[in-house]
């Protein structure tokens, strides 16, 4: 296997898991299922030993393709893509990592999916006192080469005790501090896929490194790390 692109035959099985999510047709083909994950865990892990050559990154976790439908319309007991995490290490350093593989619909994201109410007010504030920081890292003309523009779920209105007028509401009503990178099939399956996903990452850094100090300081700049 190149381990620094993904095979076609793993979009093949996805693209007929699609049409045939179901236990028994999924058993039937589960050796040939195992074999492709096996391969695919390869490229996420050789893209993680990449990654740690210009970042901390505390592990790498598969996400699994069973779904979990008990709150769900949607019944279909398998997903139809594989997907990955990479976190950074500890405290200090802030943001994580994402690759998700799916037939025309694959792409990799970087930042703040879930902030916990505690970050994502210490942001708000930092983005009401001074965003100028904030803004001149995300329109650099090499991160939006790159990124694009900042996306993520956001509020209709300002949030609770902040002003609705404020020149940057549009940042401080965000919920989530994400950029996404998409890729075509053919992207995926070429053979720097991986060169590409990982100084993508790289990319990310400016951002990261930003977050990562607004998220351990209070607002007068004084750390919060022992």
């Known amino acids: 296997m190149d381990i620094s692109s993904i095979q076609k035959e793993s979009f093949l099985f996805l693209k007929s898991l699609e049409v045939n999510n179901n236990r028994e047709w999924f058993n039937d083909h589960k050796d040939q299922y195992k074999a492709l994950e096996a391969d695919v865990k390869k490229f996420y892990q050789h893209l993680l030993e990449q990654m740690r050559l210009h970042d901390d990154i505390e592990r790498l976790k598969m996400f699994r393709i069973y779904r979990d439908v008990r709150f769900s319309k949607d019944k279909t007991p398998f997903k139809i893509h594989f997907a990955g995490s990479f976190s950074r290490a500890g405290n200090r350093l802030r943001g994580g990592y994402y690759l998700r593989l799916k037939p025309g619909e694959s792409f990799i994201a970087a930042g703040f999916w879930d902030p916990n109410k505690e970050d994502l007010l210490r942001i708000r504030k930092e983005l009401e006192m001074d965003a100028s920081d904030f803004r001149k890292v995300i329109q650099q003309p090499s991160f939006t080469k790159t990124w694009g523009n900042l996306q ?75």
């Open 152 to 226: 993520g779920d956001e509020l209709k209105t300002a949030p609770k005790g902040f002003e609705k007028d404020h020149p940057d509401i549009d940042l401080i009503r965000k919920k989530q501090f994400i950029f996404v990178k998409n890729f075509t099939d053919a992207e995926v399956f070429a053979k720097d896929f991986l060169q590409v996903a990982n100084v993508s990452f790289k990319m990310i850094r400016p951002y990261f490194d930003l977050m990562s100090d607004i998220l351990t300081t209070n607002l007068n700049g004084e750390s919060l790390l022992d």
